[in-house]
């Protein structure tokens, strides 16, 4: 879950607090669900990210029912998600399913107030940006680096993650323009090398859009598919995932080591860059030479 104040975690021991008396002083949308709920978990990165943009408008209680069922039994909870707006000490209005971020912003028009959402202000906009990007909010996330960049060109933490967002997004000319006003230090520091080998290893990549379904049925249609297997392993790195591409790299280097003029060996050596003095770098590394020797 999201860290944040606006977001409670509910029991049996803080609800008659949390939701009840705290409503007195504004409302409180309880979000009642499981882990095993699949439209629970599409509906529970709406709820928490407009807790976090509405800034204290309202609070958002977020209860297990598996974990505390007494309370959803009390309340009558049927189905889930279910969610239920408190306000004043008193059950003002609710609903079921994963609704779409839209329409749960109308429901709360309704009874919530000031419901512009804040600016993140300070040292944390940075943080509320990728925060906003990892939920799938790219376009909100940019304005808010843009902005503090505005504010301080040569701010290292706004330019990294701008330069982050732009490489999976395809805007290489904003993150090109990101390494460029970077430091020298900060060009030489881990993330600065590090966002110098994603922007390379990005640049490397076909314009067309990759078919993960695809290739993952091409690998299992044919294990040797080399290029499948790099096709793969590139856009893997290139979502986050380095040890997952390291270890699609390594099988190519095992079963097609000239595949594309070496392409396996030079890309691990791209994602060492990128891991920087991770651990993990040195244990693929050596992986790779006892492989190659």
């Not at 977001?7 to 504004?26: K, M, P, Q, Y």
């Not at 009642?32 to 309202?58: H, Q, R, S, V």
């Not at 680096?145 to 997004?169: H, R, Y």
């Not at 499948?228 to 390291?246: E, Y």
Request: glycine letters at 6%.
């Amino acid at each position: 879950m999201t860290d944040s104040e606006h977001i409670i975690v509910l029991d049996e021991t803080n609800f008659v607090e949390v939701v009840v008396e705290g409503s007195a002083h504004r409302p409180v949308l309880v979000d009642f669900w499981a882990d095993w709920c699949g439209p629970c978990k599409t509906l529970m990165p709406i709820l928490e990210k407009l807790a976090i943009e509405y800034d204290g408008a309202f609070t958002l209680a977020k209860l297990d029912t598996e974990a505390h069922p007494g309370i959803a039994q009390q309340l009558g909870i049927r189905s889930l998600p279910t969610v239920k707006l408190f306000k004043d000490k008193q059950l003002v209005d609710e609903f079921m399913g994963a609704l779409p971020e839209s329409d749960v912003r109308k429901f709360l028009d309704t009874h919530v107030e000031a419901l512009e959402p804040a600016e993140p202000a300070g040292d944390n906009r940075v943080e509320a940006a990728m925060a906003l990007f990892e939920q799938g909010d790219a376009d909100q996330a940019i304005a808010i680096l843009k902005a503090v960049q505005a504010e301080d060109p040569t701010n290292t933490e706004a330019l990294l993650s701008l330069g982050q967002i732009s490489i999976s997004t395809g805007e290489f000319e904003t993150a090109d323009s990101c390494l460029g006003v970077l430091s020298e230090e900060a060009r030489n520091s881990t993330a600065g090398r590090r966002f110098a080998a994603m922007l390379n290893l990005a640049r490397q990549e076909s314009s067309e859009p990759v078919d993960v379904d695809a290739l993952q049925q091409a690998l299992q249609a044919d294990d040797n598919n080399s290029e499948a297997r790099f096709k793969l392993a590139m856009h893997t790195a290139l979502s986050g995932d380095v040890q997952g591409a390291l270890d699609q790299l390594l099988v190519l280097l095992q079963k097609d080591r000239g595949y594309n003029d070496g392409a396996a060996q030079k890309n691990m050596l791209a994602l060492f860059d990128v891991l920087g003095d991770d651990p993990l770098a040195g244990q693929y590394r050596r992986k790779m030479f006892g492989m190659l020797n």
